[in-house]
């Protein structure tokens, strides 16, 4: 059984920082990009940051030069380092992997449960 289970979510002041984890696990094959999301109260989902298997890297307009996504692919663990954090930035965060199970099975994208992120005025 594949699971996708991020952790790192909590209450923060306008400013502040916090570090968001992902790691995937189970019978794996292969992972290609990772993705964190998120989706305010009212909005729909939206991509925040994507990293490649070879560490390539692709952030929204909203995030560039305060977030920062890493992974680590010995461990299947995707990272979100997001600093200087606006109250616009409140959301459930979800964490989705794309990856294949067996070698001759398509990729398919795994997501999360999500981690409430809140940022305080």
């Known amino acids: 059984q594949v699971q996708v289970v991020e952790s790192g979510g909590g209450l923060v002041q306008a400013g502040g920082s916090l570090r968001l984890s992902c790691a995937a696990s189970g019978s794996i094959f292969s992972i290609n990009a990772m993705h964190w999301f998120r989706q305010a109260p009212g909005k729909e989902r939206e991509l925040v940051a994507t990293i490649t298997s070879g560490g390539s890297t692709h952030y929204a307009d909203s995030v560039k030069g305060r977030f920062t996504i890493a992974r680590d692919n010995a461990k299947n663990t995707v990272y979100l380092q997001m600093n200087s954090l606006k109250p616009e930035d409140t959301a459930v965060y979800y964490c989705?992997?794309?990856?294949?199970?067996?070698?001759?099975?398509?990729?398919?994208?795994?997501w999360g449960q999500g981690t409430q992120v809140t940022v305080s005025s």
């Open positions: 989705a992997a794309d990856m294949r199970i067996k070698s001759w099975d398509y990729e398919r994208r795994q």
